[in-house]
């Protein structure tokens, strides 16, 4: 019997560009090369495309349950097929936050055949619950040490250390949303520079400072946004995660709030070391902390406008633009995108091996478009992007099922939870 499917043409393999065949069966990677013995169905996608391990969003905000008007799960999980990712995982500060038995359970039974892409689920880190009864349910565990949309925050020493055991015994990863709370001002604010001074970088350093005594503990920041925080967190050995936004803006964007976010957006020097460090390969992965808000709660003044900025859609894309203009190698996209976070998180995804998952994204680099707001999928109806230049896949497929043709979302509801 040979595969259901073969996919006939280049693909990043092993890290490089192979001209092969990769046939699937059942959803998983059945081999990859030239076979004799076929019969399924065959898709040759010729000379200019290239197909990448689909990509895996560590950190989303989908809103589902309890803040719907912002995104659902089926909108979210549209954009990030759209965007070539096909594995998300969505963070607790949903409403009721997921952070128990009994909140998790409904949340995954809400989300049962409503997803498009695969998905995991964080479970938060409180004061008072034990994290061994919710981590046979979760992906991952979250910790808020800084304050921000949800009300979840545990800033806690003794808090931390009491959950640690179940953490490390679980061996699960506790991402960490790393601003220092004692750290952080509550002056009115204006525009991006005040929510900068409101927030400033010490709080991360301190914060990540704090979790140095948890050696042994699977630790991820998220969204890292300084040069030194990056070396501390490393020379910990903790894993690091960085936003598009925070490696493109910089706080002189006055008082738009579509820029209001947390962490905050750096001084330019900060951002231009941050960036560095990226080029250089030094970040483990690349997290959109898809944070989408309605229009009307961001046309707010400054101080009222909530914190967060979309980007599931185009983090992937703006990538691919970047090796299309060679300032990053096809490499740290097949990294940073898939094979760091399905290493991280433990997943048997995000690269073309036999015995994987079969989601793959397909570009073609020879397709750059401008980001318009107007085709994203997002219910956010805004994006700090608008107007760029990237590279959207066209064609994505999860498990094999193609989700994604010629551009044009096709999708089934077939998104399962990674844990079940
Ligand atoms: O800006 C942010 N928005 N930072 C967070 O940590 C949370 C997020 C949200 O959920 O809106
Ligand atoms: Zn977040």
Redesign the pocket.
């Known amino acids: 019997m040979g595969p259901e499917l073969v996919i006939a043409g280049r693909a990043f393999i092993g890290g490089e560009l192979k001209e092969t065949e990769i046939g699937i069966t059942d959803g998983k990677i059945v081999f990859i090369g030239p076979k004799a013995d076929r019969g399924g169905d065959r898709i040759d996608i010729g000379t200019s495309r290239i197909v990448l391990p689909g990509g895996i969003d560590p950190h989303v905000?989908f809103r589902d349950p309890g803040m719907t008007q912002k995104e659902d799960f089926g909108t979210g999980s549209t954009s990030a097929i759209c965007g070539g990712i096909t594995c998300v995982l969505d963070?607790p500060?949903t409403k009721p936050p997921a952070m128990d038995i009994e909140s998790i359970r409904d949340k995954k039974a809400r989300l049962r055949k409503r997803s498009y892409c695969d998905y995991g689920l964080f479970g938060a880190i409180t004061k008072n619950r034990s994290p061994a009864k919710i981590a046979p349910l979760v992906a991952g565990f979250k910790l808020?040490m800084g304050s921000?949309?949800?009300d979840i925050l545990t800033n806690d020493d003794s808090a931390i250390a009491r959950a640690s055991q179940d953490i490390i015994s679980s061996g699960k990863v506790l991402s960490v949303?790393a601003e220092d709370n004692n750290f952080l001002l509550h002056e009115p604010e204006y525009d991006c520079t005040d929510h900068l001074r409101n927030r400033p970088s010490a709080a991360e350093m301190n914060a990540i400072r704090r979790l140095s005594p948890y050696v042994g503990m699977k630790i991820n920041i998220c969204h890292i946004t300084t040069a030194e925080s990056l070396a501390l967190a490393s020379s910990l050995g903790f894993t690091t995660e960085v936003t598009m936004h925070h490696l493109m803006f910089d706080a002189g964007r006055g008082q738009s709030t579509q820029f209001k976010?947390?962490p905050p957006l750096r001084d330019i020097k900060t951002r231009e070391s941050l960036y560095k460090s990226f080029e250089e390969g030094s970040i483990t992965m690349i997290g959109s902390?898809h944070?989408p808000?309605t229009a009307d709660e961001k046309s707010q003044e400054f101080d009222y406008a909530?914190?967060?900025?979309p980007g599931i859609e185009t983090t992937m894309p703006i990538m691919m633009h970047m090796v299309r203009m060679g300032t990053i190698p096809l490499q740290r996209v097949a990294e940073m995108c898939s094979a760091a976070p399905a290493r991280v998180f433990g997943m048997n995804k995000g690269a073309i091996e036999v015995g994987k998952d079969a989601d793959l994204s397909i570009f073609d680099l020879r397709n750059s478009e401008q980001i318009s707001v107007t085709k994203m999928h997002s219910k956010a109806g805004y994006t700090p992007y608008d107007g760029w230049s990237a590279v959207f896949p066209d064609m994505v497929l999860l498990r094999g099922e193609v989700q994604l043709q010629d551009g044009e979302f096709c999708g089934e509801a077939m998104g399962e939870d990674i844990i079940g």
Not at 306 to 309: F, H, K, M, V
């Open positions: 905000h963070m500060n808020f921000t949309t949800g949303h976010v947390n902390d944070a808000h909530p914190s967060g900025i």
